[in-house]
């Protein structure tokens, strides 16, 4: 039983040659693009498209869905989108080839799969809410933001994880 | 010269076809590094498994290394790469939500989509609840927006905020980063090993 | 077992070495001599911006826009402060080539605000001036076409158009004529100009044929040294 949960643990690359190909995509992004990646940025454009199709008068309205709206084009065809697009593909072979195309809920055995669902959500909405405040979540903000070394990247990225510590005594029946 | 685009070197129409191609690698390596496991993500908080460390700070590095050597032999402009603008408090505070978001949900938006492609459910709820966060942030936004441009600094960079040259600070985080590295063996050694 | 510890000591090494690879490299950029690099544009923009001719504005058009006293042209002139003094254009700021890079210019020169009309007697100098600015990233740097030599030929002593010719060329004639009134109004003769040429002393050969026919130019080749760089001077048509 363990032997083989072992074996299936080895199947994920070692992480300082998926750090170092990861710093490589980065680089590459910044020569051809001069911006970084970004992730949270996707997520914005669904929702400014959704709402702007849903309530398009609330959505010129207000004032931050407003910026993002254009006269040419829906919001959704932004850079970030089909890198988003790219993510989802890109992950989906590397998850084919190593045979973990699976849905399933991933929980610890403590807890429900209805109490780790709850809680991915809750977390989702405190994560979408974060990084619009901070303008970049994990990859916008903080990886791309130290690889030219933005203050603000540090800044987020020492946030993000000094509080995850703070708070990690307090959430942890549902990860270990 | 780069960085490429901007400086008309690759037509604009490329752009969205280069958008698919790094998003690609970006998910693959996500995915192959294990990022799409929340549980192994979070394993960095509880000391099980140090994957989200190594990972973010060997990218970091190599990537800021890279760009500094890019930049000394004229390849790319560093002053012409955007810099994500500061404001400490927006950063700040957005930043601690975020932690506390990823604690409990147990991704951040992008491994949340590569768990979205191979079939996480917990992944797809999160993805729902970052759009649902996006949305009562935007129906807010009027209230909490003169917050948000706090502590406004601009598109600073570390070696400008400190007053230490660049390479000094890449060089520090390059030995801080292998020391954290160390340490993170020895600290999972000693946690209880967590199967998942 | 033996053969696992081995394989643990093995991985610890590897990572050792990428340690200390990693630590190189970072140090390699801490000891990296000062960057070499150019400031400024790019060479291959600036080898389009080099050959292109949108630099050049002619003389008519500067004296329209003189004449409208349009705030937004400065103009300067890049000869030597002798030359300045004894005749420029009016309103003319006077920068020498030699001193076009030196911290005191730099906030006349390096700014969008204006658009800078550079001038010598002829191309020569304010060309270099201009390769100078570009080459530094400077935006909104002109040359007038011919510079002062070209100056006197339109706008101070147009040549009269003959019948046969269109009706613009003698519209332009005509405002030549007025243009040259405004600015020969009391300030500089022609002949006062003469010195000036002489003194530049450089190596001075006539470009293109005079306008006087019988009167060679090669009488007035002169060869001397003008700080250190040969020049070459239009100087026939100012042989009046």
């Known amino acids: 039983m363990e032997k083989e949960k072992k074996v299936k643990r080895s199947v994920y690359w070692n992480p300082y040659f998926g750090g170092f190909l990861l710093g490589l995509v980065i680089i590459f992004t910044f020569y051809i693009t001069g911006r970084g990646l970004g992730a949270s940025g996707a997520m914005k454009s669904a929702v400014v498209a959704a709402v702007d199709a849903v309530a398009p008068e609330h959505a010129e309205s207000n004032a931050y869905y407003s910026k993002f709206i254009t006269e040419e084009g829906s919001p959704l065809n932004a850079w970030l989108v089909w890198e988003a697009l790219g993510v989802l593909v890109g992950a989906f072979v590397s998850g084919a080839i190593s045979g973990r195309l699976k849905l399933k809920v991933q929980h610890s055995p403590k807890i429900t799969a209805k109490r780790r669902l709850v809680m991915a959500l809750i977390g989702g909405v405190l994560f979408g809410f974060g990084a619009q405040v901070a303008r970049g979540c994990t990859s916008g903000a903080a990886l791309s933001g130290m690889a030219v070394l933005a203050t603000g990247g540090f800044v987020t990225m020492l946030a993000i994880f000094g509080t995850g510590y703070l708070a990690a005594y307090f959430f942890r029946k549902n990860w270990i | ?196 | 077992m033996s053969k696992k510890y081995q394989l643990k000591k093995l991985s610890t090494r590897r990572y050792q070495i990428l340690a200390a690879i990693l630590i190189v490299l970072a140090a390699g950029l801490v000891l990296l001599p000062e960057n070499p690099k150019h400031e400024g544009i790019a060479p291959n923009l600036f080898i389009n911006k080099a050959m292109s001719t949108e630099r050049y504005l002619s003389t008519d058009l500067i004296a329209d826009k003189m004449i409208n006293k349009d705030p937004s042209v400065l103009l300067v002139d890049v000869r030597s402060e002798t030359e300045f003094a004894k005749f420029s254009l009016p309103n003319a700021v006077n920068i020498p080539l030699s001193k076009f890079l030196d911290e005191e210019f730099e906030e006349t020169i390096n700014q969008d605000v204006y658009d800078i009309v550079l001038f010598s007697n002829d191309n020569f100098m304010a060309n270099e001036a201009w390769l100078l600015g570009n080459r530094l990233g400077y935006s909104n740097l002109f040359v007038m076409k011919g510079g002062l030599n070209e100056w006197f030929n339109t706008i101070i002593s147009p040549k009269i158009p003959e019948e046969t010719m269109p009706r613009e060329a003698f519209e332009l004639y005509a405002f030549r004529k007025a243009a040259g009134m405004y600015f020969g109004l009391g300030t500089t003769e022609v002949p006062e100009v003469k010195p000036v040429i002489e003194k530049c002393s450089c190596s001075c050969s006539c470009k293109f044929p005079c306008k006087r026919p019988g009167k060679s130019c090669s009488k007035r080749k002169k060869e001397e040294k003008c700080s250190g760089r040969r020049l070459l001077i239009y100087c026939c048509p100012l042989d009046y």
């Open chain 2, 1 to 196: 010269m780069g960085p490429l685009i901007p400086n008309g070197i690759i037509p604009e129409q490329w752009d969205f076809v280069i958008a698919i191609l790094i998003g690609l690698a970006f998910g693959f390596i996500l995915e192959a590094s294990g990022f799409s496991s929340s549980r192994k993500l979070v394993g960095v908080f509880y000391g099980y498994d140090f994957a989200v460390l190594k990972v973010f700070f060997t990218a970091a590095l190599v990537s800021m290394i890279g760009l500094y050597y890019m930049d000394y032999l004229s390849w790319v402009d560093i002053t012409q790469l955007y810099v994500h603008p500061t404001f400490m408090a927006s950063a700040i505070i957005g930043g601690m939500i975020m932690g506390v978001g990823f604690i409990t949900g147990g991704f951040c938006p992008g491994t949340s989509l590569t768990g979205v492609a191979i079939g996480k459910i917990d992944a797809m709820v999160f993805t729902l609840g970052l759009m649902i966060g996006v949305f009562i942030f935007s129906e807010i936004y009027n209230l909490i927006s003169p917050f948000l441009t706090r502590g406004d600094y601009g598109n600073i960079t570390l070696d400008e905020s400190l007053g230490i040259p660049a390479d000094m600070i890449i060089l520090a985080i390059a030995i801080a980063a292998i020391a954290a590295f160390y340490f993170s063996d020895i600290v999972r050694g000693k946690v209880k090993k967590v199967f998942y």
